[in-house]
């Protein structure tokens, strides 16, 4: 969290300090520096969520993998079918934060926002 919102921070200063006040990207019209910064906090944001909800859904911690442990009691058919839902269901949150990144930053810079916001995702994990 704390690397999130220092990165955030920096986005700014380097989208602001390093682009021009209107530039072009292929077909696209005039686009702003800001258009740059949408695109890669959103893909900053999107990892959060996406490691967050990969700890709950790993960490020994929290209720899922609990209850997979639990259900290994009743046989290996229920574990089995247990964690193959618990599989599934742990993929929704993710990709809704990856399609609303790769919406977003495609409406704002095309390709190149798609680009943007996949470093975004990624800037974290060398802090991490």
Same mark, same amino acid.
């Given at each position: 969290?704390?690397?999130?919102? +220092?990165?955030?921070?920096? @986005? %700014?200063?380097?989208?602001?300090?390093?682009?021009? $006040?209107?530039?072009?990207? #292929? *077909?696209?019209? $005039? =686009?702003? /520096?800001? !258009?740059?910064?949408?695109?890669?906090?959103?893909?900053?944001?999107?990892? &959060?969520? @996406? +490691?967050?909800?990969?700890?709950?859904?790993?960490? !020994?911690?929290? =209720? /899922?993998? =609990?209850?997979?442990?639990? #259900?290994?009691?009743?046989?290996?058919?229920? *574990?089995? %079918?247990?964690?193959?839902?618990?599989?599934?269901? #742990?993929?929704?949150? /993710? %990709? @809704?934060?990856?399609? @609303?990144?790769?919406?977003?930053? !495609?409406?704002?810079? +095309?390709?190149?926002? *798609?680009?943007?916001?996949? &470093? +975004?995702?990624?800037? *974290? &994990? /060398? %802090?991490?």
């Amino acid at each position: 969290m704390i690397s999130t919102v +220092g990165l955030t921070g920096a @986005i %700014i200063a380097i989208a602001y300090g390093s682009l021009p $006040e209107k530039f072009t990207v #292929s *077909n696209i019209t $005039e =686009r702003a /520096p800001w !258009h740059a910064f949408i695109s890669v906090l959103i893909g900053l944001w999107a990892g &959060l969520a @996406i +490691g967050y909800i990969t700890e709950y859904m790993t960490s !020994h911690s929290y =209720r /899922p993998v =609990r209850e997979v442990a639990e #259900s290994c009691k009743t046989g290996a058919a229920t *574990n089995i %079918i247990y964690g193959l839902a618990l599989g599934y269901n #742990s993929c929704v949150v /993710p %990709i @809704i934060a990856i399609t @609303i990144s790769a919406y977003v930053s !495609h409406k704002l810079l +095309g390709f190149y926002g *798609n680009a943007l916001a996949a &470093l +975004g995702m990624l800037s *974290n &994990l /060398p %802090i991490g």
